[in-house]
């Protein structure tokens, strides 16, 4: 059975980020999609209220798992038994540091593999946090996110987040 990880903080969950989820889950047999805080953000969303969007926005794909961790992803995956990292490049300028993390896991962890998966190209531009800044200076974001994750994104900005 392949198993993958597609690792992120998810904060928001993207179209984007369910195009490239869908994508890996014609691919490989499971995916877990695992979310992680990035200590250098600070979240919009906690990772409980990031997991039920996702698990919502992600209920029709059987093979995808919704979890989260804490620490270095290798320790992760090697608690998975998983040997397959995804991440999704967008544009040239991801290639870089996208390029350097999977040289750093392979580092440590010489069983690692890192797959590049491109979204559609109507997503390419899209990113969490162009879609937090859109929505927080009031503009429609319907097309950029599932309805789950737009509703909640307005609560949140209602209850003056």
């Known amino acids: 059975m392949k198993l993958a990880v597609y690792p992120g903080s998810f904060d928001p969950p993207t179209n984007g980020h369910i195009d490239i989820i869908t994508r ?45 961790f804490t620490g270095l992803l290798i320790n992760y995956l090697g608690k998975k038994k998983a040997r397959i990292i995804i991440r999704g490049l967008r544009a040239v300028s991801d290639f870089e540091y996208e390029f350097q993390l999977a040289l750093m896991n392979r580092k440590l962890s010489k069983n690692i593999e890192t797959v590049f998966l491109m979204p559609d190209e109507k997503y390419t531009f899209l990113s969490s946090s162009m879609v937090k800044e859109v929505a927080l200076l009031g503009g429609g974001i319907k097309d950029f996110v599932p309805s789950i994750v737009e509703r909640n994104i307005k609560q949140k900005i209602k209850n003056g987040q």
Do not use: G
């Not at 953000?41 to 926005?57: D, G, T, V």
């Open 24 to 68: 890996a889950s014609q691919l490989f047999d499971r995916v877990i999609v695992a979310i992680t805080d990035n200590p250098n953000k600070k979240p919009f969303f906690n990772i409980e209220e990031r997991k039920r969007m996702l698990i919502a926005s992600l209920k029709n794909i059987r093979s995808v798992e919704v979890d989260s």
